[in-house]
Nanobody, 125 residues
Framework: QVQLVESGGGSVQTGGSLRLSCAASKSTSSNGCMGWFRQAPGNERGGVAGIRTGSSYTYYADSVKGRFTISQNNAKNTVYLEMNSLKPEDTAMYYC??????????????????WGQGTQVTVSS
């Protein structure tokens, strides 16, 4: 089973930046996705950003386009989420996830097989 461990969360003021990291066990899949999801209290889990494991093609939720950047280092089995211009609305628990096979985009939680424990991001005014 693939294990995922997130790190890099914290508390920042509006306009600040954070960089999340996700360390994963090695995967042979080149047809899947690595993704970042978030869930705030009382809200459903939603996709933030995703990246194709083989091609590094990226996907972003409309709410974070232009502010967040997802990237991966396959040699290190690590995925990153650079978050800039943070807003209070970004406050949530952020989860890293891996899908072995996904058709279409990489932002649907139902397509993912493995999940990390989550890291908290809090943005205050």
């Amino acid at each position: 089973q693939v294990q995922l461990v997130e790190s890099g969360g914290g508390s920042v003021q509006t306009g600040g930046s954070l960089r999340l990291s996700c360390a994963a066990s090695k995967s042979t899949s080149s047809n899947g996705c690595m993704g970042w999801f978030r869930q705030a209290p009382g809200n459903e889990r939603g996709g933030v950003a995703g990246i194709r494991t083989g091609s590094s093609y990226t996907y972003y939720a409309d709410s974070v386009k232009g502010r967040f950047t997802i990237s991966q280092n396959n040699a290190k089995n690590t995925v990153y989420l650079e978050m800039n211009s943070l807003k209070p609305e970004d406050t949530a628990m952020y989860y890293c996830a891996f899908a072995r096979w996904v058709s279409g985009g990489c932002l649907a939680a139902r397509g993912y097989d493995y999940w990390g424990q989550g890291t908290q991001v809090t943005v205050s005014s």
